[in-house]
Nanobody, 121 residues
Framework: QVQLVESGGGLVQPGGSLRLSCAASGSIFNMYGVRWYRQGPEKQRELVAEITSGGSTNYAGAVKGRFTISRDNAKNTFYLQMNSLKSEDTAVYYC???????????????WGQGTQVTVSS
């Protein structure tokens, strides 16, 4: 069964960096658009960054210039490099991807399990 498996969260001081990874486990045919969302304490889930299969990116204003989304199609994996972290970046981060499991089928929406990022001194 295909899953998205996240890794890389943790505790970091303000100004520090973390890199999140999200890998599609199991066999897939193609990975289309992929995204990172986050949900802070008592906040709604929000889109942080996205990247299309062609490499076009889009970022939330709050993270533009500090976060970078990237992907490695050969590994069915995508990343979120987070630099200059601030306390307001504290949240559970979720990865999301449109995965085509078999040739000719419709891509389906998959979510990772979430990983906690805490920015605190």
């Amino acid at each position: 069964q295909v899953q998205l498996v996240e890794s890389g969260g943790g505790l970091v001081q303000p100004g520090g960096s973390l890199r999140l990874s999200c890998a599609a486990s199991g066999s897939i045919f193609n990975m289309y658009g992929v995204r990172w969302y986050r949900q802070g304490p008592e906040k709604q889930r929000e889109l942080v960054a996205e990247i299309t299969s062609g490499g076009s990116t889009n970022y939330a204003g709050a993270v533009k210039g500090r976060f970078t989304i990237s992907r490695d199609n050969a590994k069915n994996t995508f990343y979120l490099q987070m630099n200059s972290l601030k306390s307001e970046d504290t949240a559970v981060y979720y990865c999301n991807a449109d995965l085509q499991i078999h040739r000719g089928t419709i891509p389906l929406d998959y979510w990772g399990q979430g990983t906690q990022v805490t920015v605190s001194s």
